[in-house]
């Protein structure tokens, strides 16, 4: 009986319920049983397909072969080790591919860009660490901490696309940390060096129990808070270099040299993506803009008067050797007592929370919709392979390295391969006769990440170690002004202030946002991000700072549980999308963002088709108490049990969904849905 009652699909459900009302619509009684027996059967056929609309994230469809399986395991129930097996299984195959495939023109610039887009941000966190921390961490530190987590990841990861080294929230922790811990006289190095043991601990934990699955949750919303902080965090360590030179000729001549960095920064960036000159030129400008740039101001400075005004200068130490008088290897064990070692714990567990949100978002980022990526992710092995980085950077001495932001998605943006296209929609009459780049493939591979981790190595000798103590700090305040001015104008939430502050009247016709039936909801789900921002920054200029990851980790139950309750999900679909696309997600269970969006496209597509369908058949008679879009949902259902219908739960597939490479609704989704 439960099978026949499954397998109704939709013109069978309509006659049957034409059938109990009346002869009139010309279809047949059912065989067995008189109208009453009908009546009986439709009804608990739509009471099954109810409680199956409630309880559908909570069950497995049925098989193609129609057979049924075994509800999903409950949260409690965990398979070890089953994301790292299935990761690793997955990306296996192309193992040997990701060293073939770059044998391509794109990896050489792109390892030459990023070497100075990882560099450049390393030095400017490694004075901001070396002046807080008591010189404990210096230049070759920050150096040798990506050196490890780009050889490591290059290698053996699964995502190695995804740029590890030395972020702005990990220095913040590091320097809270020091002023926590060094007024009790505690070896600093050596509690470190305990926080990153623990915390292997900690991130194997996680790998072996599949934790990354709850990355489904994981949507633009969080997502670009964290950007927004970090964004402000880059301002805030410009202006905090600036205000250590006093009030005197050095000050001025640093304010000077810090604005001109970034204005020519900025040009550099513009022309970049301007229709001036050739292609090439543009290219060129785009990419090498900022290290020309840092290059050019360091000797700027000993021009004319200039050379006699004292500017303080990057501090650097002996080629290979830590900055402060020791070993590469800590002596955890000494002048440190048993309860400073497990009061490394809590903040173990804080540095786990903090990487497990960082790294995955910047590998999410880097893997997002707008790549066309074709090699599957693996999350649940790369956390293993962090918290085997993280205990080797303490046992080392060394800043923790994780994932990097903005750096990853720049990675993989510069390994795009494009070609020039005509836009052809006749929706966007402004765009209509004008040409784009479109990216047609990633070159997915592992030699350009390694290879700018052993340009970095490289860095650490004597020669270049000289040439960056001629680097003045007013160059790397400059250099953490045009840092957060990218973060910012790439930021969603940046985006929709833009939006909010836009003349109505020229705002083009096909923006996503006017889809919104309401404006309001812009201007709350806007002041939604604000808030949350001002509490991770608020947290972050307090001693409670290394309670930050606390406050990011909590934004992702606040979309999941609380954003549906003051937003439709019309709205959370506009203003919201997924990180990365279904492609990506496989390797945790699909995306609820995705899952989302798809039922609401199909939701709005149905009542179309629906309504359409009652104004050319009025014949057709729908079950009573059902509304058309309800009834549609659980007939596609019922489809889909049979395996006849649309894919279900994590086999949802893009195109049924509708959905575009940048997790909006696709076009020709639309067009089907007409």
Known sequence: MSQTADSLTLPTAMHSSGSGHGHGHGASRPESGAGATGGKLRHWTTALLTARSHHGAAAVGQRRDGS????????????????????????????????????????????????????LPALAFSLDMFTKTDMQYGVNEVLLASVLGAVVFAILACQPLVIV????????????????????????????????????LFHW??????????????????????????????????????ERFGDGAPFYLSV????????????????????????????????????????????????GRMKSVDLERLPTSAAFFPTADRGWFVHFWEDISVGDVFIAIPFAVLLTILFYF??????????GTEFPLRKPAGFHWDLFLLGLTTGIAGLLGLPFPNGLIPQAPFHTESLCVTKVEADADETHGEAKGHYALKRTHVVEQRVSNLAQGLLTLGTMTGPLLVVLHLIPQAVLAGLFFIMGYQALEGNGITAKLLFLCRDRALTPGGHPLTRLPRRA?????????????????????????????????????????????????LELGILDAPTASPFTM?????????AQEGVNNREVGDRDRVTATERENPSVVLPAGADTETWRRKSEDALAEEGRGRATGDDIEMERLGISRRGHASRSAAREDK
């Open 358 to 367: 960082d790294h995955n978002v910047s590998s999410l980022i880097a893997q």
């Open 68 to 119: 049924s399986s075994k509800e999903t395991d409950s949260w409690w129930k965990i398979r070890f080790f089953r994301g790292m097996v299935n990761d690793v299984r997955r990306r296996a195959p192309y193992y040997w591919s990701d060293w073939r495939d770059a044998w391509d023109y794109r990896v050489v610039p792109s390892t030459i860009y990023m070497y100075f887009a990882n560099i």
């Open 521 to 569: 909801a812009v201007w709350a789900f806007v002041l939604v991000e604000l808030a949350a921002f001002g509490a991770t920054f608020a947290i972050t200029q307090t001693v409670a700072a290394v309670g930050f990851p606390v406050v990011i980790l909590a934004l992702i139950p606040v979309r999941a549980l609380l954003l549906p309750r003051l937003f439709t999900p």
């Open 165 to 200: 080294g030395v972020t702005g929230p990990i220095t913040v922790f590091n320097y809270t940390v020091y002023d926590i811990m060094s007024p009790t006289g505690t070896n600093y190095l050596a509690f470190m060096c305990w926080i990153g043991l623990w915390s292997l």
């Open 256 to 303: 000077m040299v810090a604005l001109l960095v970034f204005m020519i920064a900025y040009a550099c960036g513009e022309l970049g993506a301007s229709p001036l000159f050739r292609h090439p030129v543009r290219v060129f400008l785009k990419d090498y803009g900022t290290p020309l740039t840092v290059i050019f101001f360091t000797g700027f400075v000993h021009f």
């Open 205 to 242: 934990l996680l790998a072996v129990t599949n934790s990354c699955d709850w990355l489904r949750y994981v949507t633009r919303f969080p997502c670009d808070i964290f950007g927004f902080y970090v964004a402000f965090i880059y301002l805030q360590k410009g202006i905090q270099v600036l």
């Open 586 to 594: 496989e390797s945790v269970g699909g995306s609820y963002a995705a």
